[in-house]
Every structure is written in structure tokens, then in C-alpha cells.
């Protein structure tokens, strides 16, 4: 069963979250290009949970370092 999560790291199947593969689409072809970015929003924004997806995506073809 899902629940809200306010607190820490969203889990997609054990919370309820937003789509963000449009997102980590856009962050994906800014490393591609070798784009510098900068994830800077309020709190409640999902900053760690696009940055955990981002890193999941690229580590089949980079080395991520965390």
C-alpha cells in the first residue's frame, strides 16, 4: 500500500509522487551536452528525488559518483 511521503527519499512504489520522467529526460540531455545545472528549489520540491532518478538513469552509461 502507498502513503504520502513529506519526510525523506520518494520510493515510486511505496509512495505517491508525480511524474518525473520529463524532468529527468531534460536533466539527462544537459549531462549529455555537458551542460553544468543547478537543482535549487524550496522545500517539498523533489530535488533529492530527481537526483536519485537521474543517477539510476545514467549508471548504466556513466560512472556516478555520490
Do not use: W
Not at 509522487?17 to 544537459?30: H, L
Not at 553544468?36 to 537526483?51: A, D, E, M, P, S
Request: proline share 2%.
Amino acid at each position: 500500500m502507498r502513503e504520502f511521503n513529506t519526510t525523506e527519499l520518494c520510493v515510486p512504489r511505496k509512495h505517491y509522487m508525480v511524474d518525473i520522467s520529463g524532468r529527468v529526460a531534460q536533466a539527462r540531455a544537459m549531462v549529455e551536452r555537458g551542460d553544468y545545472f543547478c537543482v535549487n528549489r524550496g522545500r517539498q520540491y523533489g530535488k533529492t528525488t530527481l537526483l536519485a532518478a537521474l543517477r539510476k538513469e545514467l549508471r548504466a552509461d556513466y560512472e556516478v559518483v555520490t
